[in-house]
């Protein structure tokens, strides 16, 4: 298969560092992989959208569209062996770890076949045996615990890294700045993705950081700012950040990108942004237009090819969700499994002691 | 008159900065959002940046800015947008904000309130629904409160930002659009409630329910329930979790001679555990029967819809607790 | 043969270090400093820095490290200098290890010890003296261990590593230089204690006094006068916090018929109101006198040396509470 | 009275800003006052240290003497209106601030007379009449306290500044790092002094930092490195950076200093540092030598009036804690008193509930 050589949208912007060449290899299955994995990102989410809206799903749900080409470009330049962990908006990070339609829908559901058995939510999808580690609630927790995954894969002599993906809101947290320090001292493979998607909930960036600059944030760790739009920018940049972590430990990651949705359900999106600025950085900006236009610039596929792709997409989130709904609730025993791998047989209770007891596994 | 919790705590708020320039509120989207919940709606416009502080999400550096501005002698109400991300904080709460007028021997007071939804939403997983009260009300040094009612959230809110000490306040979500009825008094700028009260809410002499927060709401159900079945229960709204209430609830049981408590949090070390422990000390001769705790079951919050129900506590269950012996009383016609 | 506290922790490390390369220690000055109290003593140099490996002091970040490490499969033991710190810490106790192999329907299974000294020690003040046991006790997904003697030290330490769920483990600094007696099968490098039982220190048949961590010790004290007043106390060690051993608690006392509750904790939210609320759920019938609750007393911790004395339980407190009404017996000169 | 001009040791390091220059006015009283005052706080250590042997004092003692230099020159920089917190190595702290030494014996000993009454202890010293606000057990609590404090001056338009304390090992915590984020977004007048002594218990700072430039610790946030052994170079800054602080906010002091004493009072101090070292600090910059020098070199006392000094501080010191060791152990009533300021007249409990109650006040 022929390789192809594409340039990235703009040039990195590095921080203590040598940062990589824009121009990024690439060939016609990846670029048209690509274009399938970002809309059937995007597909879902919108789908995940009407199924909140029609109450099938419920509490919380952060959705990724506008995201996308970070977790396509990121799963480009990375094997299952590394690992990633991220936050709560986890549908598509999910996806691009091999998870499938049905479990994240039957998981936003809350039915047996979820990925979590519907016991999580949509903020806590797992996979670990694509080195998928969740799926946090807390903002910035999941950072110590990706550099312990580094430092799990370090100490296993394992030659691989973990990702770590966390917000511009998230990128402020102390725990964040207290992990990154023990990540240099003890050279751990560790990548720190921040995603900037410029709010945190309804909070600008520049609001919530008196230096918005998240890839300068580690100080005396390198950093690079990456379009994140460009999934061949990220893709190129954690190739670059893989092999850098794995000789001399930790790197940031700013990914320069933009969610389209509202924070979560609740959240129109629409009051501390203008609607200007949400259909500019579509116009723009949007990660899947990029990649059909590559596409047809290279000849690749014709526009009614790509739309086909989009209308098979389509059909298996349908289908999907269809299989989803057919899923059961987890059966009440469900209840009281995995509060511990081991329950040493003991007795535990319901909300009425006397009505619900049960022997835990 | 009707008011909903939510602009219960609104009014409240409004009018204790109205009343104390040095009164501030503080949080993550408490200003130019209007608050994650909207409690805070219209207060940035009102009183400005200055005393409606929008923060970062870095729930240790602001509580503990907070907890500093209370040294200094301001006022600071903090709100965490749930009580689970108090959790990042909690260090400032207890060693900084708790144990420093003790440990200055009275010389640095903590007129501080923390503040914001706890407990159980819905849908939300097993990260966000877990209820502090148990943990902050063993801790001398703070006071916490817990309100039900519109009337509680005013009353119970004022009283806590007009307290010179340290409250941990804890709302809930699920109550903060249910509406109340409030009397003008209640309404009144000058309205207070005394902390450490609990509020009779039903008086009855068969059975005391015990409860706070949402769950006060379930055993008022119940109590009407059984006051179809013949059964008068007594139901007492703690409002006050630490200093907890014991003369009230002592008094209850001495006359009903039976207990039920109900809560939402994890049963182990909870609120039923404590004063469960209280009747007994005080009140041992007039038990009639085992104490009934109704609790959050005893695992993280599930998200499907099935087991979150299974999770919490519902008023089915207070009802056939109230009753005795399970199965004693069925009636699922009425849920 | 004798072994102190201190050893008995240290060779329970090193033993299962030796047997299972996924085990390691990370915490404050585990390693070239030997431990702030001396309990890592010679790891470093035995299973070099990759193995023991010294921390920054920043609580919230090497624990959520090590919770991730154990998500990945290997077996964490995190020292607290103190549990005081883990307040910092927290949150990655509770939402990061104990709830994640629930959320992830047992996908992520966390295989973790955060151990270290827990309560007060001797004249720390009030940020240095707190015992957590109520707290983690609260929370399912958690396990909750507390030691009194080396037998126990060696055996529950090795079951909690051994484990694969969060263990928090609770020292008392007080009782690392203490020296019990260990038999060989103790001393045998196969020793492993049950998680979940508690055990009879002593039998009687006239009250039940239940204890954890140093207040064993005194429970065991008072054991002993009582016995010469002619009062047979049976003395439960707990053990474990969570699971809390209900079935040993409540067959004592439907035994005995008298509850005597003993821990160096907060009173409200206590372990001592949870076991009173065990029993009262399981053995009503059979408490002959309300339960007597021991506990710390309802204060930050004292600096002051009488004040402190005042502030913890004190033998002869659990000698007067076992004896009924207080004054009953007063025998000032055992003490 | 005359006015001398004195060179500090070593020039200023500087990260984004311009550093305030190495000549410091002073006058004879001031520079004898140094003298005298560190003096007095080295033998406050030293005597600490004896009476912790004896048994006289218990649990934590962490004596500051080495650092005096960073307590004196702050004070003479500021005013007790601008705001001081710190961590447990706070004796000094407090007698800079005008505590005296009675109070001080008396709280290190638990006695009734201490400036807590003793129900401190050694960590936690106050004075907020001199705006002294402790004495802090917690490691890096007290940077968002500080600033806390420098929110509340700002907010009351008091024109005044808060100085927050840390240790080189405090450096590292995340939540100085939110706090400082904060600081700089809402220009508190907050000055961060880290002092660094090169140890934070057993680990030595490069142990525990990937960047030990604490004074670039801030990033964003301006920084001066200073010799805190060196009580001119420390006035010089912290009254350059109130200046500062007050027109935009934060602003990090590293002072370079050390302990001669181990960490606390069960540590030797000796296990992972040479005694070369610490006698090579003692010989070359120890804080008051350094002063002696000077007041001799500028003749303004002989050597006999500078021993008399010190002969006088010894006897201050002494009478203090023969003072102290008069003062009674607190009333058992006060186990109960300060809980609350407004204890409701509510009952609370003793560790025998039936035998201890008490009505909270
Ligand atoms: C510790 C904590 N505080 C607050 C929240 C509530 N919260 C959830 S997401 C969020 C905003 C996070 O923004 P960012 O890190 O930029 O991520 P994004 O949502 O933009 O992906 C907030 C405040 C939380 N989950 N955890
Ligand atoms: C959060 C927390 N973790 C651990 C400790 C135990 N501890 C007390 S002081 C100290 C060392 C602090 O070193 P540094 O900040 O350099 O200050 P120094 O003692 O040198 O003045 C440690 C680890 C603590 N008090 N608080
Ligand atoms: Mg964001
Ligand atoms: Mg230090």
């Not at chain 1, 190739?239 to 959240?267: C, V, W």
């Not at chain 2, 659009?177 to 068969?206: H, M, N, Q, T």
């Not at chain 2, 706070?212 to 409002?239: C, D």
């Amino acid at each position: 298969q022929t390789t192809l050589t594409i340039e990235t949208s703009v040039p990195f912007t590095a921080h203590k560092i040598e940062p990589p060449s824009r121009t990024v290899e690439t060939t016609p299955k990846e670029l048209l992989g690509f274009f399938k994995d970002m809309a059937k990102m995007r597909r879902m989410e919108i789908a995940a959208d009407s199924l909140y809206k029609s109450k099938l799903i419920r509490g919380f749900c952060h959705l990724y569209d506008g995201q996308e080409a970070v977790a396509v470009g990121m799963e480009a330049a990375i094997t299952k062996k590394d690992c990633i962990i991220t936050a709560y908006r986890d549908h598509c990070i999910y996806l691009g770890r091999g998870g499938t339609l049905v479990e994240a829908f039957a998981e936003l559901m809350g039915r047996k076949a979820g990925c979590s058995k519907g016991k999580g939510g949509s903020m806590h999808f797992y996979k670990k045996d694509s080195g998928f580690y969740g799926g946090h609630g807390i903002v910035g927790a999941q950072v110590p615990l990706g550099c312990g995954l580094a430092f799990a894969q370090k100490y296993s002599k394992d030659g691989t890294v973990s990702f770590t993906m966390y917000g511009d809101g998230a990128a402020n947290q102390g725990q964040l700045f207290e992990a990154l320090n023990m990540a240099a001292l003890w050279d751990l493979p560790a990548i720190l993705v921040c995603e900037n998607n410029h709010y945190g909930m309804g909070t600008a960036e520049w609001r919530a950081a008196k230096s918005p600059a998240y890839y300068k944030r580690g100080d005396y760790v390198p950093g690079l700012k990456v379009d994140g739009m460009d999934a061949f920018a990220v893709k190129q940049a954690c190739k670059f950040a893989k092999e850098y972590a794995l000789q001399n430990g930790p790197i940031i990651l700013e990914m320069d990108t933009y969610r389209y949705h509202g924070h979560s359900m609740s959240d129109p999106g629409s009051t501390y942004r203008t609607r200007d600025e949400i259909s500019g950085v579509r116009q723009e900006r949007d990660p899947i237009e990029r990649v059909r236009k590559l596409v047809l610039s290279h000849d690749l596929a014709t526009e009614k090819e790509l739309k086909d792709i989009e209308k098979e997409v389509r059909k298996e989130v349908d289908e999907a969700i269809a299989q989803a709904k057919e899923s059961p609730m987890p059966e009440p025993s469900e209840l009281f499994t995995n509060v511990y791998v081991k329950g040493f047989g003991v007795e535990a209770f319901g909300a009425d002691r006397k009505e619900v007891k049960a022997v835990l596994p | 008159k009707q008011m909903t919790v939510r602009d219960a705590l609104n009014s409240a708020l409004d009018e204790e900065m109205s009343a104390d320039p040095k009164v501030f509120l503080m949080g993550e989207e408490v200003g130019e959002y209007q608050g994650a919940y909207k409690i805070s709606k219209g207060l940035l416009d009102k009183y400005g940046p200055e005393r409606v502080r929008d923060t970062p999400i870095t729930e240790a550096g602001f509580t503990g800015i907070g907890v500093g501005a209370a040294y200094y002698g301001l006022r600071p109400v903090v709100e965490f947008m749930t009580f689970n991300f108090s959790m990042q904080a909690i260090d400032h709460i207890i060693n900084s904000a708790a144990k420093s007028n003790y440990m200055s021997a009275g010389q640095i007071s903590v007129p501080i309130v923390f503040r914001g939804p706890n407990g159980a939403a819905a849908g939300v997983g097993a990260q966000h629904s877990q209820c502090y009260a148990a943990w902050y009300g063993s801790c001398p040094g703070l006071k916490v409160l817990a309100p039900y009612s519109s009337e509680d959230a005013r009353g119970l809110l004022k009283a806590a930002i007009r307290d010179p000490d340290p409250v941990v306040f804890l709302e809930n979500e699920l109550l903060y659009g249910e509406s109340f009825p409030v009397s003008d008094e209640v309404l009144d700028s000058s309205y207070c409630l005394p902390i450490g009260k609990a509020k009779i809410e039903r008086e009855g002499k068969d059975v005391t329910i015990t409860a706070f927060s949402k769950m006060v709401g379930y055993a008022l159900q119940a109590a009407e329930i059984l006051s179809k079945e013949g059964i008068s229960a007594e139901v007492i709204n703690l409002r006050s979790i630490r200093p907890l209430d014991r003369q009230t609830i002592n008094a209850s049981v001495r006359k009903t001679n039976r207990l039920v408590t109900v809560e939402e949090g994890y049963p182990q070390h909870g609120v039923g555990a404590e004063i469960c422990a209280s009747v007994v000390e005080e009140s041992f001769g007039y038990l009639d029967a085992p104490v009934e705790r109704i609790a959050g079951a005893d695992v993280p919050m599930p998200y499907a819809a099935n087991l979150e129900r299974m999770a919490v506590p519902q008023n089915s269950n207070v009802l056939s607790a109230s009753v005795g012996e399970p199965g004693n009383l069925m009636c699922p016609e009425y849920f």
